[in-house]
């Protein structure tokens, strides 16, 4: 008897003109530069990952305390810490280099315009990046501190000035923190994103009802993980019905039927953040999981379920 012919599955998805084996991906700031990594994950098998944000110059961070476990979430305020720009370049990107076959985006911010310009300019120089990706959540100090990605002008024109001298596709990172999701991810794709990657995380905090002082140095902090995928796929959804370039869903994804759920809102590919600091693994478990929930529903092309929401 001959047996019967192995079901096929292609995990593979494309998103601003970029190939990945599959449509799992680390989180910027959660997943270091990728490097730290290598020991315990095999960075080949994601679809790829997103390094650390990067700023021109090198960055202390918040003092401690800057991380705290609420229900289902974690609250961050670690004050984008990171060896600037200069550093990743020319100590991170050669260890980066000798992984063959891995994919991975720079996040990149600034607090001015001009600081955005110059980190992508200097990693324009790099080899090896698949493209970048702008954290818009940073407040501009040139403009009184208001973030970016809640500015519907402001973001215009980071992002159409990033354009401009971006060698690489820029996917927009858009701020949860704002009235209307839509609204900001039409200003973004009509400047020029290629993609857009939603959501970065909530402002929110936290106190200790002994001591009356908040759990967190900078009072406020981000918050991520589990507690905010319902409101993150509510905002991935209305972004996709808006916008005609590729969504990245992110928050709160931990399992093979979370990312699932974000593909049906419209998504293309998604990240995993909080859950790498439960499991440092999370992400390459993930693409087991996904595989088997796959051949169990009998799907043979995983991005055929991006937009399959449906309704009534
Ligand atoms: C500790 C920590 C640091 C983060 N640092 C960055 C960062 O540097 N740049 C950025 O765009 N997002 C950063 N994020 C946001 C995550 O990339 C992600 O958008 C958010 O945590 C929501 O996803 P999650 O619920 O899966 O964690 C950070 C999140 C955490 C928890």
Redesign the pocket.
């Known amino acids: 008897m001959t047996p019967a012919p192995k079901p096929s599955l292609d995990m593979s998805v494309s998103v601003a003109g970029i190939e990945m084996k599959n449509p799992v991906m680390a989180?910027?700031?959660?997943f270091g530069y990728g490097v730290e990594f290598e020991d315990v994950v095999t960075l080949e098998r994601l679809g790829g990952f997103?390094?650390?944000?990067?700023s021109r110059e090198p960055m202390p961070g918040n003092p401690p305390p800057?991380?705290f476990e609420t229900a289902a979430?974690?609250l961050?305020a670690?004050g984008?810490?990171?060896v600037g720009v200069q550093a990743f370049v020319s100590e991170k990107l050669p260890l980066l280099r000798k992984i063959k076959n891995i994919v991975f985006f720079c996040?990149v911010?600034g607090h001015t315009q001009q600081e955005y310009e110059e980190v992508v300019r200097v990693l324009n120089d790099g080899e090896g990046i698949a493209g970048y990706?702008?954290?818009v959540?940073c407040p501009n100090t040139a403009c009184g501190g208001i973030a970016f990605g809640t500015d519907p002008r402001m973001l215009s024109d980071v992002v159409s000035a990033v354009k401009k001298i971006a060698t690489r596709p820029v996917i927009v990172?858009l701020s949860p923190n704002v009235t209307s999701i839509p609204q900001m991810a039409r200003v973004a794709e009509e400047a020029g994103a290629d993609a857009i990657?939603?959501?970065?995380?909530f402002v929110a905090m936290a106190i200790d009802a002994e001591t009356r002082k908040p759990r967190i140095s900078n009072v406020t902090a981000?918050?991520?993980?589990?507690?905010?995928?319902p409101i993150?796929l509510r905002m991935v959804w209305e972004a996709a019905k808006t916008v005609k370039v590729p969504v990245i869903g992110?928050?709160?994804?931990?399992t093979a039927e979370d990312v699932i759920e974000f593909l049906l809102a419209g998504a293309t590919a998604i990240?995993?953040?909080?859950?790498?600091?439960w499991d440092p693994c999370a992400c390459e478990s993930l693409v087991d999981s996904l595989a088997k929930w796959c051949l169990e529903h009998r799907i043979e092309k995983l991005s055929s379920l991006t937009g399959g929401l449906q309704l009534g």
């Open positions: 989180a910027s700031g959660t997103v390094t650390k944000g990067l800057r991380l979430g974690m961050n670690i984008l810490q990171n996040n911010f990706e702008l954290n959540s990172k990657s939603l959501v970065n995380t981000g918050l991520s993980g589990p507690a905010i995928k993150a992110i928050g709160g994804i931990g990240e995993v953040g909080t859950v790498n600091y």
